[in-house]
């Protein structure tokens, strides 16, 4: 079975600075990558996707994410925060003619203003 | 164009009870989606279903749950016999077909959470 594995639980950064979330998946065949999040008290929201094409991929809000399929990776960047990015993280990959995401754990960011 | 809708929002039920939780999808989509967030855990998928048709519940409890999305009206995810480790957040998700092609993303609900006392 496919599982997604984020390697931070909780990031705690100052604005301004650069943030980078990890994500692994096992699974070797085709898949589409996803990055949600979710903000205080609000549900989720997509991030940014992947299907295919370029493997860097740019998202709403500044964030972006490259998918390294040797490494089976596809990592979550912003290259400066600000307070407002405080929230929890998803990644998340769905299998290529499959219909169920399958999501890591969760990264909790906090921004210190 | 309203979101996906879920209700209600919190639900407390004492050991025993039946939870029923709803799904109203986004306008002009026919696919739902229900997942299960744990305390400290990630998203896990449950069931997937389109109108009046379950097309995959392989992350469904055996027993105790189960889900529709009938013709009519919104997806209802029905717990029996509620025990403390059905405390959680269950979310739906809509979208307007298969989840693997580009366009069909799946949009998420604001969740319900579901406490048992």
């Known amino acids: 079975a496919q599982s997604v594995s984020q390697h931070n639980h909780h990031v705690i950064l100052s604005e301004a600075a650069s943030l980078e979330l990890g994500c692994n998946y096992s699974y070797g065949g085709t898949v589409n990558l996803f990055w949600y999040v979710q903000y205080p008290g609000q549900h989720l929201q997509l991030l940014l996707k992947?299907?295919?094409?370029?493997?860097l991929v740019k998202g709403i809000k500044g964030f972006e994410a490259e998918f390294i399929k040797s490494k089976f990776s596809f990592n979550l960047r912003k290259p400066s925060v600000q307070w407002s990015d405080t929230a929890e993280y998803f990644c998340a990959v769905i299998k290529a003619a499959g219909n169920k995401l399958t999501f890591g754990g969760g990264t909790r960011v906090l921004v210190k203003p | 164009n309203a979101g996906v809708m879920q209700n209600p929002r919190h639900l407390v039920r004492r050991r025993g009870q039946e939870a029923r939780l709803r799904c109203s999808p986004m306008k002009g989509h026919s696919h739902v989606y229900w997942y299960r967030q744990l305390p400290e855990e990630g998203l896990k998928f449950m069931v997937y279903?389109?109108?009046?048709?379950?097309?995959?519940e392989s992350g469904m409890p055996k027993e105790r749950f189960s889900a529709e999305f009938p013709k009519e009206g919104p997806s209802i995810l029905r717990i029996q016999q509620v025990v403390r480790g059905d405390s959680a957040a269950y979310f739906c998700?809509?979208?307007?077909?298969?989840?693997?092609?580009?366009?069909?993303?799946?949009?998420f609900g604001p969740g319900t959470r579901l406490t048992v006392t």
């Open positions: 992947y299907f295919s094409g370029d493997p």
């Open positions: 998700a809509s979208s307007p077909g298969q989840g693997y092609l580009p366009l069909y993303e799946q949009y």
């Open positions: 279903l389109q109108k009046e048709n379950i097309i995959d």
